[in-house]
């Protein structure tokens, strides 16, 4: 048993949660992810970057996750080691990117990959909607939906500025906040994830056409909301600010919130974000996503 794989990052511009409940999401695949190198050994999965080791036999998420890709993919037993280029449990799908690596480093059949993905994104995330695992494996860029998966448009290239506020949190439990939220407050939930989605199409619409300005303003709409929802925290609230005031047209929390990453959207203004970013201690990069239409 010998082989490698490779798992891409993600950023969501627009529909983070929403996307769960069946609105549509605005997300790209990043160039950074996760690539993973497996060998004959007894079945270990090692990710030095995280911090993090796991056994098919051990009961952490992380192991079982490890025991799903195993199963899912025929594997048997097998040593894996994964370099990670993305932050774990920040907002930029490291979960779906280690699971594509390490289940590509097992096994070349795309069919069983997807699977073993969705079956590593489930123990994680409970209820996940499959934007990072269609990213993770597909990359990309465009408007994805729950039912329709990924469904690309023209545009140029979008230029992000992302920064980790540090704040460590886990998906799972968010999802699983706002679906109470939708179960105790269900007018009104679904109203906010509705009007997300609206946003969303606006966002599309903004990017389509090149108004970046308008996307940036749908973007902090959509933080709003996010913030009303439960998912935003001080680091995001300050990490956006931060951004805005050194000339960002939007700024709002990526994936599932409760600290982890923020993205950006400061055409022309991108060093100047970073730099204020850094300056408060954060994390930061700029990062490419998008695609022209059917170089992809
Ligand atoms: C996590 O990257 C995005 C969420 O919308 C969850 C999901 O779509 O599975 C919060």
Not at 19 to 33: D, Q
Not at 69 to 88: F, K, R, S, Y
Not at 124 to 148: Q, V, W
Not at 171 to 184: E, I, K, N, Q
């Amino acid at each position: 048993m010998s082989g490698s794989g490779f798992g891409r990052g993600k950023v969501i511009l627009l529909g983070e949660h929403a996307v769960v409940h069946g609105e549509p999401a605005l997300a790209g695949a990043l160039a950074r992810g996760v690539r993973a190198e497996a060998a004959a050994g007894a079945a270990h999965l090692r990710v030095a970057a995280w911090g993090l080791e796991a056994r098919p036999d051990g009961a952490a998420p992380v192991d079982r996750a490890f025991a799903a890709i195993l199963a899912a993919t025929g594997a048997g037993e097998a040593a894996v080691t994964a370099d990670a280029e993305i932050p774990v449990g920040a907002g930029l799908g490291s979960s779906a990117a280690l699971a594509a690596a390490v289940a590509r480093a097992l096994c070349s059949d795309e069919a069983r990959v997807a699977d073993a993905v969705a079956a590593s994104e489930r123990i994680f995330h409970g209820n996940p909607s499959g934007i990072d695992a269609a990213m993770a494996l597909g990359g990309g860029f465009g408007r994805f939906t729950r039912g329709g998966g990924l469904e690309r448009f023209a545009a140029a290239p979008v230029r992000l500025c992302v920064a980790n506020t540090g704040r460590r949190r886990d998906t799972g439990a968010l999802v699983a906040g706002v679906s109470a939220r939708l179960r105790d407050r269900p007018a009104a939930t679904a109203a906010l994830l509705r009007a997300i989605g609206a946003l969303v199409d606006q966002g599309v619409t903004a990017l389509r056409e090149g108004r970046l300005t308008s996307l940036g303003e749908v973007m902090d709409r959509n933080q709003a909301a996010l913030a009303e929802v439960g998912v935003s925290c001080s680091e995001i609230e300050t990490a956006c600010e931060l951004a805005r005031r050194a000339g960002a047209l939007g700024a709002k929390l990526t994936g599932a919130g409760g600290g982890g990453c923020v993205v950006a959207l400061a055409p022309g203004r991108e060093e100047a974000v970073l730099a204020a970013w850094r300056a408060a201690g954060l994390e930061a990069f700029a990062a490419e996503v998008g695609f022209q239409h059917g170089s992809q």
